[in-house]
Structures are given as C-alpha cells and as structure tokens.
C-alpha cells in the first residue's frame, strides 16, 4: 500500500492517569481492564488502532511507582524496557491530580530516552480551563516535548486530534496486524484480565494487588458454548474469605459480572466456574511469578 505508515506507540505514566480508559476509548472495545484503584495493567498491553492508510501499535505499560516487591519491580522494569523500543511515547498526566513526586522519576527516566515524548494532560473534564495553562507552563520547564496535547479519554475530547498527531509523525512501514485484530494478546489472557477487573471493582481495598487470575481450562462445548474454569490466587485466608463471600456471594458476583463480558467479547455462550486458592506471598517468588504469566529477562 503506498505511503502506508505504522509504528509503536508507548503510553506511560504514574498509576491511575487513565491510560487503560485512553486505550478502550481509541480501540473501540475494552481490551486493557480499568479500575479507580492504581496499578491494574501489570503487563504490555498491546491495542491495534488499523485505519485506512496507518496502523499505530499502542502499548499500554504498568504505571509507574516505587516498587514493594518483587512483582512490582517486574511491572516498573517492564515499562522501562518499553521506552526504547517504540516510535513514539505518550507521557500521560491526570490533569486533577497535578505534578506530583511519581511524575519526576518518570521525566528523569524520558531524559535518557531519544524517541518523541508528547505530554497528553487526560481528564481535563475535570478541571476548569483557566487552570489548563498554568499546568502546560510547569510541565513545559521540565522537558523538551514534541507538543502538549490535553484530553479527556473518557469525554473523548482532542482524542481524534491526538490521533492524527500521532499519525504524522509515523514512519512508512508495514501493517504489523491484520486490520479486524485489536490485540496481540491471546483470548485466554483477555479472559483473565475481565475477571481480574471484577476482583478490583468488587472486592474492599486489601484484595486488589494480591491476586492473580489463571486459566485453569478452555473448552468447546457442542452447542456453540464455552465452558471456562479459572482460579483467582490471592495471599491469605482471609482474602481468600472476602473473595468467597457470604454463602458464596461475592464469588456469585464476580463471576456474573465476568460471565457479561467475555461473552460480549466472544459473542458466544459462556459457562464460568471460578475457585479461589491461598497461595502464600506469590507476589515474591519467582516461579510463582512465571507461572501467573509475569516474565521479563530481568526475571
């Protein structure tokens, strides 16, 4: 195709600035999960935007923060070894929550790095237009970025104007994907990060960050439905108590909610079972680590 023109595009920044809602948003389906609690994306989450003459390559990294352990350390080095493989990186703010000290480590991290940085200001819905400038300004005296682009990726606000933006700059290259795929990622990955999404949304603050969500068995069954068993890993037994919930409940619900969405994702029938494990402090042991999925060369 001629002057056809692709690449890799990062999205980084501190925990709960809306890059999965920014991902959704451009993609057109719900491909990285979201949650108001921080540090959701624990791996790359690669969204493929295919129009008609470019094809951009998003990859959603781990937010940035100080690591406590040592699956932290593997979500922080994961978006680091990023920054250097891309075309272009977008360094998102939450344009509520301001400059904080989180944003600092990530500038001085962009310092090293010889790719385009553009400073997207998200949720500018929230804040009124006279406190815009003042915030470009302190930004601005930080780094040299290519532009400063505010949006709301929930609105939609300059989300098509970022885009075209993006699309300028792209080298000519081939399409990396074939146009109806959205996502390197294989189903069974996707499947895990919806119910793990209902985890957060549904469970009280300790849950969140100690559990993981494995595939335990896919299966066809004759009547175009899919039958699904996965458990969710969490750390102590009283997790384990509050996953469970009264006579059941709470697992009850995360499972229905889970169940709604893979089938809008699959367009078929799904059976869901769901059990919940104890597996002690999982989140520092490095075979326990591997087995859930999380890999780098780090590690």
């Known amino acids: 195709m001629e002057n056809f023109k692709s690449g890799f595009v990062a999205i980084i920044g501190r925990p709960n600035v809306g890059k999965s809602t920014f991902m959704n948003k451009v993609i057109g389906q719900k491909i990285a999960i979201m949650s108001d609690k921080a540090q959701t994306t624990r791996n790359k989450i690669q969204g493929v935007l295919t129009q008609d003459d470019a094809q951009i390559v998003f990859i959603d990294t781990p937010g940035i923060h100080k690591p406590k352990h040592r699956l932290g350390d593997f979500m922080v080095k994961t978006a680091e070894n990023t920054l250097n493989e891309v075309d272009s990186i977008l360094f998102m703010i939450n344009a509520k929550e301001g400059y904080g000290r989180g944003d600092q480590y990530i500038l001085d991290m962009l310092q090293n790095v010889n790719r385009p940085v553009y400073l997207v200001i998200n949720k500018i819905d929230l804040i009124h237009p006279d406190d815009l400038f003042p915030l470009i300004e302190q930004y601005k005296g930080k780094l040299a970025f290519e532009e400063v682009i505010p949006i709301s990726a929930l609105e939609g606000n300059n989300v098509t104007h970022l885009l075209d933006v ?118 520092n042991k490095q075979n326990q680590l591997h087995e859930y999925g999380f890999r780098s060369d780090e590690y």
């Open 166 to 283: 993006l699309k300028g700059n792209l080298p000519e290259g081939p399409q990396y994907y074939p146009e109806d795929q959205v996502t390197d990622h294989p189903e069974r990955f996707i499947i895990t990060e919806l119910i793990r999404e209902k985890v957060l949304q549904l469970t009280r603050e300790e849950i969140p960050h100690s559990i993981a969500v494995v595939m335990e068995n896919m299966e066809e069954r004759d009547n175009n439905s899919l039958f699904i068993q996965a458990t969710i890993v969490t750390e102590r037994k009283t997790q384990k108590g509050i996953l469970i919930g009264k006579q059941g409940s709470m697992l009850k619900n995360i499972g229905k909610y889970a169940r709604q969405d893979i089938e809008a994702l699959l367009g078929s029938k799904v059976y869901l079972e769901l059990w919940v494990k104890v597996k002690k402090d999982w989140r």
